[in-house]
């Protein structure tokens, strides 16, 4: 009961007066601890729920899987923790992301597997955010994001720094199932020309209306053929810096049509 007691002071200590938000960020939540979440009373009005930095995996994940009582939650926050493939499954069955907008999964041990269990799960049909950025998923599990049918409210992809490649950029341009996506993130993923072009190209991808690609190996082709695209004619924001873009290049690109349309174009 003592421990009951002093969990259920934790919740109302990190939780907003207005009940929606729960910050339990990096406040050494395990698996005990999760019990009690799973049996605390009332937090259906919680709308985003904070746990990252808590080293969650294994035991933790598949307790968090079986809460029940955040009928409300919207965004959930699992950055920052050592959540695997094995996690990403468990994670994928539970009932808890149904109602999600918003999943963070950002800087866990996530490889391609876990991410086709994800976004294969038939519980992120109202998801419109996905965070995968920092994790080892490879060109395959940008293959398993642009191939499934079951995230058709996603809105904004972030895969900074995952290894998709030429190759999982390219899976991402020609997804059938990415047609309303407004935002994209692929920064630091060793992208080159091809995977600039296949960007620049793809019939699916026009109604982005930010994209970043910084940090990556796009050379003079690729950032013409960004600068000359018909694909971008929605696009707002452009972030393209630390690329292998030549100065000539770059300013063909400042002087292009598509960036007389943006309001934000950043380059070196």
């Known amino acids: 009961m003592e421990e009951v007691a002093k969990f259920d002071q934790t919740i109302l200590a990190n939780l907003t007066p207005d009940g929606k938000l729960l910050d339990l960020e990096d406040k050494n939540i395990g698996p005990e601890e999760l019990r009690l979440l799973c049996e605390a009373e009332d937090l259906s009005s919680v709308q985003q729920l904070f746990l990252s930095q808590?080293?969650?995996?294994?035991?933790?994940?598949?307790?968090?899987?079986?809460?029940?009582?955040?009928?409300?939650?919207?965004?959930?926050?699992?950055?920052?923790?050592?959540?695997?493939?094995?996690?990403?499954?468990?994670?994928?069955?539970?009932?808890?992301?149904?109602?999600?907008?918003?999943?963070?999964?950002?800087?866990?041990?996530?490889?391609?597997?876990?991410?086709?269990?994800?976004?294969s799960s038939p519980n992120l049909k109202n998801l419109e955010i996905l965070f995968l950025d920092s994790n080892p998923i490879g060109p395959e599990g940008a293959r398993a994001v642009a191939q499934s049918e079951q995230l058709p409210r996603l809105q904004e992809l972030h895969l900074d720094s995952t290894g998709i490649g030429d190759e999982g950029t390219l899976a991402i341009a020609e997804s059938p199932h990415l047609t309303d996506l407004k935002k994209l993130y692929l920064c630091s993923n060793k992208m080159g020309d091809a995977g600039a072009i296949a960007l620049a190209k793809s019939a699916s991808l026009k109604n982005l209306e930010a994209l970043s690609v910084w940090r990556n190996e796009i050379r003079d082709e690729g950032g013409k053929a960004i600068a000359e695209s018909q694909t971008f004619m929605n696009l707002d924001r452009l972030y393209m810096a630390l690329n292998f873009i030549e100065k000539p290049v770059r300013k063909i690109i400042r002087g292009s049509e598509l960036a007389k349309r943006l309001t934000t174009l950043v380059m070196d």
Do not use: F, R
Request: aromatic fraction near 2%; proline fraction near 2%; hydrophobic fraction near 40%.
């Open 54 to 119: 808590n080293q969650l995996c294994g035991e933790s994940i598949e307790i968090l899987s079986q809460v029940k009582g955040l009928t409300g939650l919207t965004s959930l926050y699992l950055n920052n923790n050592v959540i695997g493939d094995e996690d990403a499954k468990m994670l994928a069955n539970a009932e808890l992301l149904q109602s999600l907008k918003c999943l963070m999964l950002e800087a866990n041990h996530i490889g391609p597997q876990g991410a086709e269990m994800l976004v």
